[in-house]
């Protein structure tokens, strides 16, 4: 059974930045999407980027776009997601996800494509 982990999380102030990792057990992320998810209490859970497996295609919610990077990191099998310049509205429980595709280039926008998440793992920005 395919488990994801997050890793990174914590309190920044606003114009800091952090970084998330996502790894997982049981399988390996070469051959998945994967994505960076997030919700805060009482509002739906949003896409924030994802990355193809073959690394060369990616996208970004138009609210992180120029300030957050995913990338993958073959070697350790784990998934990236660098935040700069961070503000209040980033303050969320940052979800990743993935699911395995035959297509290199492939990525996915919905949560509904996803079939592997995590447990989440605390972003709180400071003002």
């Known amino acids: 059974q395919v488990q994801l982990v997050e890793s990174g999380g914590g309190l920044v102030q606003a114009g800091g930045s952090l970084r998330l990792s996502c790894a997982a057990s049981?399988?390996?992320?070469?051959?998945?999407?994967v994505g960076w998810f997030r919700q805060t209490p009482g509002k739906d859970r949003e896409f924030v980027a994802t990355i193809a497996w073959g690394g060369l295609n990616s996208y970004y919610a138009n609210s992180v776009k120029g300030r957050f990077t995913i990338s993958r990191d073959n070697a350790k099998d784990t998934v990236q997601l660098q935040m700069n310049n961070l503000t209040p509205e980033d303050t969320a429980v940052y979800y990743c996800a993935a699911i395995e595709i035959r297509y290199s280039d492939y990525i996915f926008l919905r949560q509904e494509e996803y079939n592997y998440w995590g447990q989440g793992t605390q972003v709180t920005v400071s003002s």
């Open positions: 049981g399988s390996t992320l070469s051959r998945m999407v």
